[in-house]
């Protein structure tokens, strides 16, 4: 773990080696103090036949005032530069670590909980900065204090010294003991703390639901469980440090007792000198005091262990996705560069995917077909058809298990994922929103975006309905996860940044089931109308959301179970027409006994409202691509 964790001290090495230098010139310098003050009492108080030695006083006295001036500048010395590298220290592994998690596929996420990545992140790296921080403090300071006064007691007495021998593994004994038994539970309190972030972090993403569902008191009652969970294993981790520092007092309080009982016959009987009694006394504090810093540093050490050890998880972690595989194309000049996405065709050459490599099935089958550029494919299915899973595979969101997918020609470990991800454009049914204005939010589409181009795209996406009634129009304040819009709200902001990537493919999710049909309709309109070059792939559960479609692909337990045309598949599957029907049911549009449709009484207003819609958005898309080509004449 260490070894690992090393490298991120880059850049504070420095700072670590002068820190350190620090530490055990202080603990050097104090234990030169009791020996200096040994002999003024000794040969300055007691010299010249006991009437005192003013001057050898006075000299040593200034000597201590240096040392001591030299231990208080050498300490803050040390305590600064422990700050300086633990900080940086704890800055580098948060920035790695979060690097890293940038790094992972959704499978690789899937390997650790949000709040366990949060609390590795926050609480595990706090903990082991302070370890560094700490150590170059205590666990230099402690060694070099107990060496340096057991050598200088043994000058002074080697025979009282020989208390050491019974003190000295008895300590030993109980560090050993209690951390043999302490580190286990440190594992656990940080799995409880994991525990208790998850509960937090639900309930409040999730608050709207608590209180809907009137749970406040069943959500007080999961956080009370989790956070006495949390307090038992602390009480238990650290119950071991309670337990520990009495019975070291105990053990302190014996051994001074038996060093004054033994030294004061040893003065009495002339075989030690008064001042010397004096000074042994505070050299065997002192060793007991650094034994009893040792100790506390390696419980510390050994919470920090297991939390360095979680960081090394993430940190060891392997994308599953890289662009390992990605190639170079080969320019006229002849020199190599990243091969770009050229158009949005797609082709699926017998795909088979599955979650996880172990899982029995599959969840996606056998999936063939091809797609030109510019094609409307819609996709339908019931619930856990796999239809999102199968979109996801065409930016590489996950990687297919067997089988090729292909976009624009080539395979898509043959792009790298910035180039493929930047050519496709997802909008998901749980659209996200960041914390920030209207307009920061657009941006993520194009960080270049001007006003009129966002103003443009949202009027395609009908944002500009409901964005023009807000006071600050595009500089109003989005909270966190767009906590303060409609779901529907959320959806369209969401396509109108898509429209400002200006994808080769552009995948919606179930992206306008929180919207009217109407609206449904009018940005599917402009959607053809702008991006005829753009292949649009719609994964919808209304029949009228796709039925205009070039195909339309219907899933079944991770296979296709039909492809075609509306019409085609009205003859053809049973499950398209079974839905068809069901929706229809209410007179838009019936089947005849024979699977052939025919209009309902409602079936011209319906379709004369979607032509005029057509026509309305065919006129927003003109203006849109205007503003999008005096855009990017202007970024040029």
Avoid at 464 to 475: A, L, N, R, T, V
Wanted: charged content about 20%.
């Amino acid at each position: 773990m260490i070894r690992k964790l090393a490298p991120y001290t880059k850049g504070y090495r420095v700072y670590i080696l002068l820190g350190i230098l620090c530490s055990a010139g202080e603990a050097v310098l104090e234990l030169m103090l009791p020996k200096a003050m040994s002999n003024i009492v000794d040969y300055g108080i007691g010299g010249n036949g006991g009437a005192g030695d003013r001057s050898y006083i006075l000299t040593m006295g200034l000597k201590m005032v240096l040392m001591a001036l030299i231990c208080l500048a050498l300490g803050v010395g040390a305590a600064a530069l422990a700050a300086k590298a633990g900080m940086g220290f704890g800055a580098n592994v948060r920035d790695a670590e979060y690097r890293q998690v940038q790094r992972f596929s959704f499978s690789n996420i899937e390997h650790f909980s949000t709040a366990s990545l949060i609390t590795r992140l926050t609480n595990d790296v706090s903990s082991v900065q302070m370890t560094l921080m700490m150590g170059m403090r205590m666990l230099v300071r402690a060694p070099v204090m107990l060496i340096t006064a057991l050598v200088m007691a043994l000058r002074i007495s080697l025979q009282l010294s020989q208390i050491f021998l019974v003190i000295l593994p008895l300590l030993a004994l109980m560090v050993f003991i209690i951390l043999r038994y302490v580190g286990p539970f440190f594992t656990s309190l940080q799995k409880a703390t994991d525990g208790l972030n998850l509960v937090v972090q639900e309930d409040l993403n999730a608050i709207r639901v608590v209180k809907s569902f009137v749970r406040e008191d069943r959500e007080k009652e999961k956080f009370f469980q989790r956070s006495e969970t949390l307090r038992q294993t602390a009480e238990r981790a650290f119950g071991f440090v309670v337990t520990f520092i009495p019975m070291v007092n105990l053990i302190m309080g014996g051994t001074i007792v038996s060093i004054m009982w033994l030294g004061g016959h040893y003065v009495a009987g002339g075989q030690m000198l008064s001042g010397d009694l004096l000074a042994f006394f505070t050299y065997a504090s002192e060793i007991l005091m650094a034994l009893m810093m040792v100790a506390m540093v390696m419980m510390v050490l050994t919470r920090s262990i297991a939390c360095g050890k979680r960081i090394v998880e993430v940190l060891e972690e392997q994308p599953e996705i890289t662009d390992d595989d990605a190639v170079k194309e080969i320019t006229g000049d002849g020199t190599k560069r990243e091969l770009t996405l050229s158009d949005g065709s797609i082709r699926f050459d017998h795909v088979y995917f599955k979650y996880h490599p172990d899982s029995a099935e599959w969840n996606l089958t056998d999936i063939d077909f091809s797609i030109a550029s510019g094609m409307t494919v819609g996709i339908l299915g019931g619930t856990g058809s796999a239809k999102s899973t199968l979109v996801s595979l065409i930016p590489r969101l996950y990687e297919a298990t067997e089988g090729a997918v292909y976009v624009g020609g080539h395979n898509v470990k043959d792009y790298t994922m910035e180039t493929l991800r930047e050519g496709c454009a997802m909008v998901l049914q749980k659209n996200t929103l960041f914390s920030g204005t209207i307009r920061d939010n657009l941006r993520w589409g194009d960080e270049n975006a001007t006003d009129q181009e966002m103003e443009a795209a949202c009027r395609m996406a009908c944002a500009d309905e409901f964005i023009d009634g807000f006071p600050k129009g595009y500089d109003t304040w989005i909270e966190q996860g767009g906590s303060n819009v409609s779901g529907g709200q959320k959806q369209r902001l969401c396509i109108a940044r898509a429209l400002l990537r200006r994808p080769k493919i552009l995948i919606l999710d179930d992206s306008t089931s929180a919207v009217d049909t109407k609206t449904d309709a009018k940005i599917r309109a402009g959607l053809a109308a702008y991006l005829p070059e753009t292949t649009k792939l719609i994964i919808a559960q209304r029949i009228a959301s796709v039925q205009d479609a070039d195909r339309i692909i219907v899933m079944e337990g991770g296979r296709i179970a039909a492809m075609g045309t509306h019409e085609e598949l009205l003859e053809t599957s049973e499950i398209y027409r079974e839905t068809f029907t069901s929706q229809n049911k209410m007179g838009e549009e019936t089947v005849d006994g024979d699977g052939s449709p025919h209009a309902g009484n409602d079936a011209p207003a319906a379709r004369e409202t979607v032509d005029a819609d057509r026509q309305t958005a065919e006129e927003l898309a003109h203006a849109f691509e205007t503003t999008m080509q005096e855009g990017g004449e202007a970024h040029e």
